[in-house]
């Protein structure tokens, strides 16, 4: 019998990455949590997903923008599973101002969870898939790592960033059987999202449908938000071993916005 694999995705108690969780956890992987809720909500997370098929889920409440938090995470990890087969980096924030209001400290905050912390992750676990010569590591990029919007600079520069670190892992690994790719969503209805909506409607005097079609959607030839299990999909296209020849990749999931 063939031991569970084990993913770990950080962010996973909300959005595409509880998506993600769901997905593996129905592929009978053992599951490491990562991210901040209430305790009953985490805790039904978790039983939750041992429903679904995980034989076993470990959850961490690690802050991804303290280095030493991930790097506990990380120890826990191994020492609870032996090695992380599969690393999805995908926590991420978001906050939107121009570039001359921006706070320091929402910039830091950003630049630590949407990037520096997939690069602490991948730093302490690809020891351990390199001497298993098997890895995948999946970073949830976005449109918005490919192309740029006004008001936004954190979150662009760290998902250019994080695309960019992606296809440098891709390379440094190759020859130990680990794969290192992005997945560029467009806009998927999640918290992250629904808070845009509601600051745009409010900043802009508009009704939220009207934000959803005239901002939101506007860049997007099709014009609905993705779901979340599109996302955790191709996630688990890419942990397969059909994807073993992708890598340093950047995968669009954003209804044609960068088409354009
Ligand atoms: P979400 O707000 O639903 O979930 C974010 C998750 O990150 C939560 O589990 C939260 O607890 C966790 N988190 C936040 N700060 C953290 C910290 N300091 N330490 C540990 N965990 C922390 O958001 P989402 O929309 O599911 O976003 C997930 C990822 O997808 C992000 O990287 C986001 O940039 C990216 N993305 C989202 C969209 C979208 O339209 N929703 C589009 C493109 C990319």
Known sequence: MTHPKTVLITGSTSGIGLGIAEKFASQ??????????PEKEIKKICDDLKKAGSPR?????????KP?????????????????????????IQFVSPIE?????KWDDIIAINLSSAFHTTKHLIKAMKANDWGRIINIASAHGLVASPYKSAYIA???????????IALEAADHGITANSICPG???????????????????????DVVEKVILAPQA?????????????????????????????YSIDGGWTAR
């Open 68 to 92: 030493s938090d991930i790097d506990h995470m990380c120890a826990k990890a191994l020492q609870e599973f032996g090695t992380v087969d599969i690393l999805v980096n995908n926590a991420g």
């Open 158 to 168: 760290a998902k250019h960033g994080l695309i960019g670190m992606t296809k440098t």
């Open 222 to 250: 099709v014009k609905k938000f993705a779901k979340i299990e599109e996302i955790a999909e191709l996630a688990a296209f890419l942990a397969g071993d059909a994807a073993q020849g992708i890598t340093g990749s950047a």
């Open 101 to 105: 209001d921006f706070p320091d400290h």
């Open 187 to 209: 806009y998927v209805l999640t918290p992250l999202v629904e808070n845009q909506i509601s600051d745009q409607a409010k900043a802009h005097n508009m009704s939220e449908d």
């Open 57 to 65: 889920v470990m959850y961490s409440d690690a802050d991804m923008t």
């Open 28 to 37: 009978g992987m053992n599951i490491i949590v990562n991210g901040f809720g």
